[in-house]
């Protein structure tokens, strides 16, 4: 079992309703019946209720896995998620918006396999927080909390393999943990442990996929080795994802948690566009838009998508005025997020920026907001205490809460 100092009632959680929702409320059970290699648990009609007994509730959880696709270097709303054709030239740049499977929501044009799936996934257009700096903000939204750049606290995925434990979490020769190809990485790798230690880090695939089985050796988990020969996958499916690192990667990612494998970052870089960012994204949206949407279709045609919660984020969105060296800077004040499964409601759209897509005007939503909600989603405390090398206590989260609307 982990080690904890102390485990406390959480305030806000994602089942809250009526009365019940001001009360404190005893969490039992952190991430109950792993499921068996390769083989996820019968999914039951009850798995997003609650059962009452006397003046406690114990709930149960919606997702049994996280795949977290992290853009790294920022994502620019503007072009992608949150178009702002209204804006003036110099803001809302080069790409018209299209309709999409909502009706009223509408994306840039470069998405348009995406735009068939948005009815399958929840759009956050209002993340927000105070840190332009990569490294700072890349762990802060990496664990729900900010410090400095070197990686204070413990990212989720290192978090989730504490919880479910590391011999827990090997049973039939999976990690708990999984990133592929490693973690994100700027001037360091980010996104660790930290004081949880070593032997909570992320298993680095090292590549995002092989084009044939090697012999497996000590250093592979026999599950894992599997997961990486996609070759062993129908032609029609690679090529949905398409011949890309993000589209092999993506697709190793649901192999990862089809064999039960808790946590998987998938590491996207290459969005931080200074620079020429439209001759960058007219190469990366497309393929960023074929591998997320096939994503999502085949985990739900696998019927995944219902247990595996899709986070998919980068530490902060792009600057909305064009710079003159025609790309955006850093902007943290707006972000958009996508979620999808594990109970998300399909089709959402939640919050919204001004109308240059600078701040926030309507419902903002912080990392710790998102960190509270995955963590609750797998049934794991997020006020939970553990245990400093010092013996001191620390919450897993000191602020934050759930975003309801994604469950209501």
Known sequence: MPDTVLRRPALIDCFGSGDHSRRDFLRTGVLAGLSLPGVFPAPSSAASQEEHRGDFRIRRQRADAVILVFLGGGLSHLDSFDPKPEAPADIRGLYRPIDTAVVGLHISELLPQMAQVMGKVALIRSVTHDSEHHETATNGVLSGRFGSPFGDYPALGAVVAHQVGHEAGFAGSVPPYVAIPRNPSFTWELGKSAFLGYRYEAYP????????????????????????????????????????????????????????????????????????????????????????????????????????????????????????????????????????????????????????????????????DVAYTILDSLGIDPRQRLAMPDGRPVEILDRGECIRELFA
């Not at 001759?279 to 949407?293: H, N, V, Y």
């Not at 005025?321 to 594990?342: E, F, M």
């Open 205 to 368: 695939t090292g590549v995002p996929w092989l084009p044939h089985a090697p012999s497996p050796d000590g250093g592979i988990a026999p599950l894992i080795h599997e997961a990486l020969v996609l070759d062993s996958e129908p032609v029609a499916v690679r090529e949905r994802f398409g011949p890309t690192s993000v589209g092999q990667s993506l697709l190793l990612a649901r192999r990862l948690v089809e064999r039960g494998v808790r946590f998987v970052t998938v590491n996207c870089p290459g969005w931080d566009h200074h620079t020429s960012i439209f001759d960058r994204l007219e190469k990366k949206l497309p393929e960023f838009d074929q591998a997320l949407s096939a994503l999502i279709d085949d985990l739900d045609s696998h019927g995944l998508l219902m247990r595996t919660l899709l986070v998919v984020m980068g530490e902060f969105g792009r600057a909305p005025k064009i710079n003159a060296s025609a790309g955006r800077d850093h902007w943290s004040r707006a972000a958009t997020l996508l979620l999808a499964g594990a109970g998300v409601r399909p089709g959402l759209v939640l919050g919204q920026t001004d109308k240059y897509g600078a701040f926030v005007t309507q419902r903002p939503v912080s990392p710790a």
